[in-house]
């Protein structure tokens, strides 16, 4: 609001105050807001305040073709774009009965961990610059940009990729992919004792987070959370796991939990979630040379396809949490229906406002950010 | 000294002091760059900046003490300078000494209080208050020091704490003499600063940047031209405390800019604490040092 513009509104006295964290403010990946009432250092009341990214994703998908909406969906979570695209198109191969050859299986999870370890970089440098330690957001930036080069290699978007579709993937890995990919994973794990001794040894870091926005594992159920954020309350579900898809049942990875569900907790899962994941690429890297076939299933023109009558759930784990697709087909040229259950919808909304309240003005930022969450999967 | 020579280094002083003290922010921003692993602003960048800021069609003013409060601010550092001494200038430093000085290191925060108080904004009012507490907290160990020094070399006047030092050679600087001190000092400097872990009243992410939410143009550069100032000022005031003062330009300025290097190296490896244990952890550590640094100096 510009100055000319403000005019004063009386209000009766009171100890309380208001504070706007956000529409633009580096406690969120995005355009959200959280409208905080504090009586000194401590939050009386808070009210998320979304809508800011709203697009109408939902609503769009309806009118355009179903292979169209693979350009869509990843614009629902930018910084981990991918299971968004696997999600979509696995609920189409499900209702029409597709069978997606076995190298795009593994090329889907190769790229789903891809995903994973830049999402959580991204996380560590976010986490961090909320407590005021901007250091680890230009590390965890610079190192996803290394991975961001392997998508463009591999689909010529760096965030965008569009590179799995309904039967599969666009086209096969160049030459030596692999073999940069596996280059990629060992760069990064000689990184990671420095991202410890940054970070996660960092005794002022442990101090602020440690203890700080703490939900139980029974709230963390009753409130819909997730991924990440639930198994730091002690809880390892993880769809990967316990309803697996694409090959995670042939891959050998541990689920790492934390039990004192706090932003320290969140942190350090994630942390030990990224290791797991290089570890499952790796295994794909070391897979992938012994499974040839194609990588896409034939489909008809995707200009004119009608997809069968039917509907389908469809839930994978992003890095965020649990992410579901739930589409439904009326057999036309597009989807009758498309809801997006994104895991951020839950903990960026009554997760947070209840978390946040009682607590301090100084660990608003770190609270929100330590839910990792996607507004657009909030305004979708 | 003659009217005229004292007026020349009385406008000498505050220029070098603002120029060395775009360099020191240029030295912050490319060490920051560099433990962040990037390439870092150009070499101008920062009078570049302080150009921009001041060359802005937009300038908000919230009222006279707005304004007011920034001339407060930097008229405090500008007349700092002019009381410490530098190589082939001592200005008016042999008038004032330490305790004139501690005085007039507290009125620049006054003077943004002043301004910000008038703007009204919530972030800037707690970003204030945090400020404020900041201050109590670091000027108790910089007291202490400031008591401690003056004990050691028996005098306050800077100028004879210059001359003792560089007569006596590196033995007798304050670093050798009572490191205790000296590391106390380093604890107060960071503090003073304002940089991690102590920068509890900007912090971005909660108060959106407190004290400069309602700063632009002018203002905004007026509160830039204050920080270099203060750079220039820390490195100064402990380089002529603890170590021996500038025998001449080139070891003097190797000397504040190693000072001022250290605190804002520590500044990129640490996020802030909260308000409560920046002020125990600076009236612990730093106090306990600085008064077993007095009891060797009393000795």
């Known amino acids: 609001m510009r100055p000319e513009n403000y005019q004063a509104q009386s209000h009766p006295p009171s100890h309380e105050y208001e504070l706007n964290f956000g529409p633009n403010h580096p406690g969120i990946e995005g355009n959200y807001a959280l409208q905080v009432r504090l009586h000194g250092d401590t939050v009386v009341s808070a009210h998320a305040d979304g809508g800011y990214l709203h697009r109408g994703f939902e609503k769009l998908m309806e009118g355009r073709l179903w292979i169209q909406n693979i350009a869509l969906v990843p614009r629902i979570c930018v910084p981990d774009p991918v299971p968004m695209e696997v999600c979509y198109s696995l609920a189409i191969e499900d209702i029409s009965g597709l069978q997606v050859p076995e190298r795009a299986k593994w090329l889907r999870v190769l790229q789903l961990e891809l995903s994973r370890i830049a999402a959580h970089l991204f996380y560590f440098g976010g986490h961090a610059a909320t407590t005021g330690m901007y250091s680890p957001s230009f590390w965890g930036v610079a190192d996803r940009d290394l991975i961001l080069d392997r998508f463009e290699e591999l689909s010529g978007g760096r965030v965008y990729h569009i590179f799995n579709i309904p039967g599969g993937v666009r086209r096969d890995i160049p030459e030596g992919f692999l073999g940069r990919v596996s280059a990629l994973l060992d760069y990064l794990e000689a990184r990671l004792p420095e991202y410890d001794d940054l970070l996660f040894r960092n005794q002022v870091f442990v101090r602020r987070s440690k203890g700080v926005g703490v939900i139980d594992q029974q709230q963390a159920l009753a409130w819909g959370v997730t991924g990440p954020n639930l198994r730091a309350t002690g809880l390892g579900f993880d769809v990967r796991r316990d309803d697996p898809y694409l090959i995670y049942n042939q891959l050998d990875f541990e689920i790492p939990t934390e039990d004192s569900g706090c932003c320290w907790a969140r942190t350090l899962v994630r942390r030990s979630e990224l290791q797991q994941s290089i570890r499952i690429c790796r295994q794909v890297i070391a897979a992938l040379p012994d499974i040839g076939g194609p990588v896409r299933a034939p489909i008809p023109n995707p200009l004119a396809w009608n997809v069968p009558v039917g509907e389908s759930y469809t839930r994978v784990e992003s890095s965020k949490g649990e992410l579901a697709y739930y589409v439904l087909s009326t057999g036309g040229e597009k989807p009758y229906r498309v809801h997006v259950r994104g895991p951020s919808a839950m903990h960026a909304v009554q997760v947070l406002e209840k978390m946040v309240t009682g607590g301090r003005l100084e660990d608003v930022a770190q609270i929100m950010f330590s839910l990792d969450a996607c507004p657009p999967e909030v305004d979708r | ?299």
Not at chain 2, 58 to 67: A, D, I, M, N
Not at chain 2, 146 to 151: E, I, L, S
Request: glycine share 10%; proline share 5%; with cysteine.
């Open chain 2, 1 to 299: 000294m003659s009217t005229t020579h004292l007026l020349i280094e009385l406008v000498l002083m505050p220029l070098v002091a603002f120029v060395v003290g775009l360099a020191m922010l240029l030295m912050l921003r490319k060490i920051g760059a560099r433990l962040q692993r990037r390439v870092g602003p150009p070499l101008l960048q920062p009078l570049f900046d302080v150009i921009k800021l001041y060359s802005k069609r937009t300038q908000v003013s919230h009222g006279l003490l707005h304004e007011a409060g920034i001339v407060v601010a930097v008229g405090a550092y500008v007349a700092i300078e002019t009381l410490v001494p530098v190589p082939g200038m001592n200005g008016i430093a042999e008038k004032g000494g330490l305790i004139l000085l501690s005085y007039l290191m507290m009125v620049p925060s006054l003077g943004l209080a002043l301004g910000v108080g008038q703007c009204a904004n919530p972030n800037g009012s707690i970003g204030l208050s945090r400020a404020m507490t900041a201050m109590l907290a670091y000027d108790i160990p910089f007291m202490l020091v400031v008591f401690g020094v003056a004990w050691q070399f028996q005098t306050t006047n800077l100028v004879e704490l210059v001359a003792v030092q560089q007569a006596g050679g590196i033995a007798t600087w304050g670093i050798v003499e009572n490191p205790l001190l000296a590391i106390a000092g380093l604890f107060g400097l960071q503090a003073m600063l304002g940089k991690q872990p102590f920068e509890i009243y900007v912090a971005p992410a909660e108060i959106a940047t407190g004290p400069m939410v309602e700063m632009g143009g002018k203002f905004l550069g007026g509160l830039f031209v204050m920080q270099s100032f203060q750079f220039y000022t820390a490195g100064v005031l402990y380089t002529t405390m603890f170590l021996g003062g500038g025998e001449n330009w080139f070891t003097f300025l190797i000397k504040i800019f190693v000072v001022v290097a250290i605190p804002l190296s520590v500044a990129f490896m640490f996020p802030r604490y909260r308000t409560e244990d920046m002020v125990r952890l600076v009236w612990k550590w730093p106090v306990i040092l600085a008064l077993l640094g007095l009891v060797v100096a009393v000795q």
